[in-house]
């Protein structure tokens, strides 16, 4: 099957497979409709999951018995780690965070961030590496995971810092929006090619090519 990156709700995931690296795309909550994304090494078999967001019970089965090594949680809100504690429970598996939302991701689960990031860091997959981008504005330690894919194109974990057709909300708070837009433009536009797919905490994936022209409208409406 083709990997497309539209999931719903109690659907099926989606998975894609590359070569060194398996991607499985699963929605959880009707209501929020927040997206997991379980990367699976295929040398080794490590497994991270990046946000636990809901539906533990869940998430934990598509762990399955590989076991699960790191939880990274993009940011601090509550839709995308209310499944962190029953899941860490589980599996053991490490927690990673930007470094400014540490502390709320601590004292809304209740879960101690074991690895605190910023710009620049790593995150291991087996012997595959996701490159943490800290992309400020969503929420202070909002942070995207950049795969660059050595055998085919660069695939990017948004959180909600970028979306087909814009980037996060900021709420109204125009400093904010204008540090997002910023920062999604030199850190992600700016870096790296049209070709590179996305894959944001809601809804549907895209491509930086396809949403690259849309960037002056987005900064003029200021959301």
């Known amino acids: 099957m083709t990997y497309t990156g539209h ?19 699963v929605a959880v909550d009707e209501q929020m409709s927040n997206n997991c994304y379980l990367l699976r090494c295929r040398s080794t078999g490590d497994q991270v999951l990046v946000d636990a967001a809901a539906e533990p019970g869940l998430l934990i089965e598509l762990v399955g018995d590989a076991g699960l090594t790191t939880v990274v949680t993009t940011h601090q809100h509550w839709d995308h780690h209310r499944a962190l504690a029953e899941v860490v429970a589980a599996t053991g598996a490490a927690v990673v965070a930007g470094t400014p939302d540490a502390a ?81 433009e030199t850190k992600v536009f700016q870096r790296l090619p049209d070709d590179t797919w996305f894959y944001p905490g809601h809804g549907d994936d895209s491509t930086l090519g396809a949403e690259r022209p849309a960037l002056p409208d987005w900064r003029a409406r200021g959301w």
């Open 104 to 184: 709320a991701i601590t004292e809304q689960t209740g879960v101690p961030v074991d690895r605190p990031v910023g710009q620049g860091d790593t995150v291991a997959v087996g012997s595959c590496t996701l490159a943490v981008i800290a992309l400020a504005g969503h929420t202070p330690g909002s942070i995207a995971l950049l795969y660059e894919d050595p055998a085919g194109t660069p695939h990017l974990f948004t959180g909600d810092s970028l979306f087909p057709g814009g980037v996060g909300n900021t709420f109204g708070d125009e400093a904010a929006f204008v540090r997002l837009i910023d920062e999604v």
């Open 7 to 25: 999931v719903t709700p109690g659907g099926d995931p989606d998975v894609r497979e590359l070569a060194d690296l398996t991607i499985t795309k």
